[in-house]
């Protein structure tokens, strides 16, 4: 084996022998789906107990709100003077007294609480009045509920793009989702590298290494080792994405075939957030639609997915985060050799973080224009395009963009390597001071 | 005394320079490391590089080993030009020397001799006879980390001479180790070379200096300030002072030599005099002897030749003094 195989292979055994990979490799995607659905699980049990007592002067509230995810109504005050309510409740910290003043011109209810209801709440009641409000009205001017149901419209916006349908939110999660996966790679992976530098020099077992390797041997081989342990744990999150996928998917074709079985959940289930806006619009719908809506919502994610050119996203993905990661890898690299202590690292990170920082709060502007100049430029410069292009890859960009932005990462790639290899072979040998930029910049023309 | 015969030996039996660097320059920005070092390292012999810390040594080392190059000069290696193909003859122990500390023993030790160029089955094989001669084999597959600072050097000498090199290069090989440790290396070191391995040995352990090496060059202020065969050194910068151990009176000793040489010291000792004695330079010493006879039994003499110390003392602090003259 070469010897720079040697070093490939060491870097990757010693990485994936971890136990802190594996356990990495298993719990991320695990954490991941926590981080989402745990605030989701909170929100819904936090405020299933929100009282509201209602002191109705209209009369015509009373009953006819009707309790959901995050209220609960209490009646049992309506005909009250406000201002008794009021004392009664003055010191319960999770209750809040709703005062609905009788209506003339200007619509304005109140309420009254020790702690902050928080907006969800609000927005829950008030929703509510706003519906209870227009049907009485429309009753009083004698329009026909039925006929109302009848003209209500919601149209449907199909996004044809060069003869292909397309679903911009969906393109616009999809484009997020690479971006915020590649930076968070090349960060992971640049720092490992960044670590293992500092590792070999400050165990001072650097000089017997390169006494038999040449140090651009021994970056290089540690940087594509490293990459290779980063492509590996993706493989491995993707087959378990997969994997989730299509148990996910089976699981939803199997409520398709047997409604009984979805309605039976959804009565248990009563009182999710989607259950409420639904209960309000129109009465009640049968578990049987929503059924039925479920496995539509999911078809059309599926649909789209179906219809994503994978193909390309794939080989896009991996070549901006393998240019990306190569790019800053070497750089930490660099770093991790002109130090000789973690603390110090600070000064040198910030010039080679900071790119990779500003395209990541970039791209949040070039998913919503993905044609604009800025996410031109910023996904053709070599720091800043690995992040940039693939938030725009997804809306599709015209290929000679792409070309070029591909060129000139592989230009900045070759440029970082050999940037970082004049600095790392000087660096390795530095014990003991603390270096400059100055010095830096000396050490890139040493013989 | 037959180490040394050994080694005049083998002085006048080789000739050839297995590595030869030539006005080797070296500078760091404003700091001149090396100027004009040039150093001849006769084939099987060891070779003592001696200087203060920060005198150049290590500069040197690293130019040989390839690590850096020199700004101007040339390195010759068995007569060629020294090349990467050469690393694989070479063996180096570095002063600042660690491992990985969380890889294992054995697989760490193959590693290292892999990247020499070993195959990986005829390196396991040779791992296995080292580390039973070290005694350190059940430690094969424990963390570096769990060893001892004297065991991890063990390893790390394996580590240097396993590939069989030509010449071995060691920066400091005895600081960290315990006697016994200390003599075990010393031991393979002279079999080694007695094989045949030229050893470059950098240190300021000035008895091993002269216990073991044949030939030093004395670096001082990034310049070769000395340089030859110890013994030749030793000789050439004697003060011809001689050493007579004798029985009976001291006085009458004293009064024998007195006015026709140096009477530098006379210490009565338990069972006889010693006493140091300085001539000059075209007077022989059988004449002294001529003198000490009729009033002493002599039961001993014997030339006082400086010791490496000395020499490396008096060198370098000549050589600043010029220095800073200049």
Known sequence: MSKIGLIIKREYTTRVRKKSFIVMTLLTPLLFSLIILIPTALANTENQNHKVVVVDETHSFCGSLTNSATVNYDFGYCNFKIDEVRKIFMDSAKVTVMYVPPFQNVQQITLYSKADPGDVVISAIQFQMNNILERSKMKAENLDQTLIDKVKTSIDVKNVVNNEVTNSKYNLVLAFGCAILIYFFIFLYSVQVMRGVMEEKINRIVEVIISSVKPFQLMMGKVIGVGLVGLTQFVLWIVLAFGAYSVASQYVQKQAVNPNNFAQEQTMKKGTPQDETAANMQAMQSPMARNQEMVTAFNSVDTNLRNTNWGLIIVCFLFYFLGGYLLYSALFAAVGSAVDQETDTQQFMLPVTAPLILSYIVMINIVRDPHSTLAFWFSVIPLTSPISMMARIPFGVPWWQVAISMASLIGGIFFAVWFAGRIYRVGLLMYGKKVTYKELGKWLFYK | ?326
Not at chain 2, 8 to 16: K, L, Y
């Open chain 2, 1 to 326: 005394m037959s180490s040394v015969n050994n080694k005049n030996e083998r002085i006048i039996r080789n000739m050839s320079n297995l590595l030869t660097a030539k006005n080797i320059v070296k500078r760091y920005d404003k700091h001149t490391a090396l100027n004009d070092v040039t150093i001849n390292v006769p084939e099987g012999t060891i070779y003592g590089l001696l200087g203060p810390n920060g005198a150049g040594k290590t500069s040197l080392i690293r130019i040989i080993n390839q690590i850096t190059g020199p700004d101007s000069g040339e390195v010759l290696f068995n007569g060629e030009k020294l090349a990467p193909k050469h690393i694989e003859q070479i063996g180096y122990l570095p002063e600042e020397r660690g491992l990985y500390k969380k890889m294992k023993v054995g697989e760490q030790a193959l590693y290292l001799a892999q990247l020499k160029g070993l195959k990986e089955q005829d390196a396991k094989q040779k791992l296995r006879e080292w580390f039973t001669k070290f005694e350190i084999g059940a430690w094969w597959d424990k963390k570096v980390e769990e060893l001892s600072k004297g065991m991890a050097q063990k390893v790390q000498f394996i580590v240097t001479v396993l590939h069989q090199p030509k010449l071995l290069i060691l920066d400091e090989p005895f600081s960290g180790f315990d006697p016994i440790n200390a003599e075990l290396i010393r031991t393979e070191l002279l079999r080694m070379s007695k094989q045949g391995t030229t050893v470059i040995l950098s240190t300021h352990n000035m008895a091993s200096v002269e216990e073991m090496c044949h030939n030093i060059t004395l670096i001082n202020n990034a310049k070769a300030i000395l340089e030859g065969p110890v013994d030749g050194l030793r000789h050439k910068y004697k003060s011809h002072i001689w050493e007579v151990v004798f029985k009976g009176e001291a006085d009458s000793f004293k009064n024998a030599v007195q006015g026709k040489y140096d009477l530098i010291s006379l210490d009565p000792q338990a069972n006889a005099n010693v006493a140091r004695v300085k001539i000059s330079q075209d007077s022989i010493s059988n004449d002294l002897l001529k003198t000490a006879i009729p009033a002493c039994m002599v039961t001993g003499f014997s030339e006082v030749l400086p010791s490496m110390d000395e020499i490396f003392i008096s060198a370098v602090k000549g050589n600043n003094l010029t220095t800073s003259a200049q």
